[in-house]
Every structure is written in structure tokens, then in C-alpha cells.
T-cell receptor, first 111, second 111 residues
Framework: EAGVAQSPRYKIIEKRQSVAFWCNPI?????LYWYQQILGQGPKLLIQ????????DSQLPKDRFSAERLKGVDSTLKIQPAKLEDSAVYLC?????????FGQGTRLTVV | GENVEQHPSTLSVQEGDSAVIKCTYS??????FPWYKQELGKRPQLIID?????GEKKDQRIAVTLNKTAKHFSLHITETQPEDSAVYFC??????????FGGGTRLMVKP
């Protein structure tokens, strides 16, 4: 079974630039999550989708972060403009019920 | 919302000894508690999980216990091996199946 695919694996940008991450969940998984993992910390949920609808985005900094899952499959997470404190690994996960599987993540460095 | 506390933050054991990691959660409605292992630079991998209708679950050298009354759950690794060295995260779900993660435990198994 193919896992959760994410791209790119690494990204370095300057502050105030914009960046986008892409996630392709496991086939058939209705729920998709975006997590932010700052070095040395546990993953923090940014947004949860059920099919193409948002279930929870209460921890998403909406002034600069946006996410969409237009067709209920792939998802993109965007940051515009980026700040230094956005440097982290952005993990996408998908689940059928409660069992969540993670992608490899995108390591973002903002300089 | 859910709050998950994890202890200890670092744990060093001798190869062959047991390791125990403990987590507490705040939302009494939580009913699913997974444990993830994350090696350096890699994605979190689910290693074991437990649901609220059982008190203990074992899988070879790994076991998880759950005390719903006290709202805490623990990961037990017996006969530790150097390849068990990693960061371990506990998590608890909420009604929307959002996972809240603990802060992580860095386990070091010394040969």
C-alpha cells in the first residue's frame, strides 16, 4: 500500500516570501491533517479536513497560513508571508477512521 | 481542548532494561491513544495503540496500559535494544478524531 506522499522534502526561503507544500494521502482516506513540528517538540495540528471540508482549523494562523483540499484528495498548505518562526517540519497525515499515518514531511527553513 | 502531558522528556537505559513512558490527558471523552516512534529525520511511525474499551495491549516487547479513571496511559518497552533509540510520542484523540500529541520522550538505549 502506498503511503502518504509529500513534496518537496526540503525548502529554504527568505522571510516574507511565500511557500506551498503538497500532500497526497493514502487512497481512500477521507481525513487529512496538516501538522507543524518544531525541532524538539511534538507535532501540533494546524488543520483537519474530512473529504474536502474543514473539520478544525482553530490552530491555523489564518493571517498567513491557508490550506485547501478542493477535490477531497490532494491538499496544499501555503504560508504567505513566511516568518523565521515558521521554520519547522510540516507533516501531512491521513486516516480512514482514527488510525493516522504520516508522510515524510517537508522541512522548511526560513532565513 | 485536549491537553496531553508526557514524561520524561529524556530517558536513558542500558540495553536489556525496560523503559516506561507516561502520558496524561485532559479530555475525558478521548477514546483512542496511539504511540508513535520517530527516528531522526524520519516520519512518526505508529507502533501501538489502545482504545478505551481495554486496559492493556501487548505486541511482542511493547505494551501499553490505560487508566481511564486517572486519565493516564503508559508505554512499556521490555528488553530494550539499541534500535529502540528514538523519540516516542503519545497522543490522544478528541470527538472529531483530532490527535493531540505529547511533547515527546527521547529514549537512548546504551549498548
Amino acid at each position: 500500500e502506498a503511503g502518504v506522499a509529500q513534496s518537496p522534502r526540503y525548502k529554504i526561503i527568505e522571510k516574507r516570501q511565500s511557500v506551498a507544500f503538497w500532500c497526497n494521502p493514502i487512497s481512500g482516506h477521507a481525513t487529512l491533517y496538516w501538522y507543524q513540528q518544531i525541532l524538539g517538540q511534538g507535532p501540533k495540528l494546524l488543520i483537519q479536513f474530512q473529504n474536502n471540508g474543514v473539520v478544525d482549523d482553530s490552530q491555523l494562523p489564518k493571517d498567513r497560513f491557508s490550506a485547501e483540499r478542493l477535490k477531497g484528495v490532494d491538499s496544499t498548505l501555503k504560508i504567505q508571508p513566511a516568518k523565521l518562526e515558521d521554520s519547522a517540519v510540516y507533516l501531512c497525515a491521513s486516516s480512514l477512521e482514527d488510525l493516522a499515518f504520516f508522510g515524510q514531511g517537508t522541512r522548511l527553513t526560513v532565513v | 481542548g485536549e491537553n496531553v502531558e508526557q514524561h520524561p522528556s529524556t530517558l536513558s537505559v542500558q540495553e536489556g532494561d525496560s523503559a516506561v513512558i507516561k502520558c496524561t490527558y485532559s479530555d475525558s471523552a478521548s477514546n483512542y491513544f496511539p504511540w508513535y516512534k520517530q527516528e531522526l529525520g524520519k516520519r512518526p511511525q505508529l507502533i501501538i495503540d489502545i482504545r478505551s474499551n481495554v486496559g492493556e495491549k501487548k505486541d511482542q516487547r511493547i505494551a501499553v496500559t490505560l487508566n481511564k479513571t486517572a486519565k493516564h496511559f503508559s508505554l512499556h518497552i521490555t528488553e530494550t535494544q539499541p534500535e529502540d533509540s528514538a523519540v516516542y510520542f503519545c497522543a490522544a484523540n478528541n470527538a472529531g478524531n483530532m490527535l493531540t500529541f505529547g511533547g515527546g520522550t527521547r529514549l537512548m538505549v546504551k549498548p
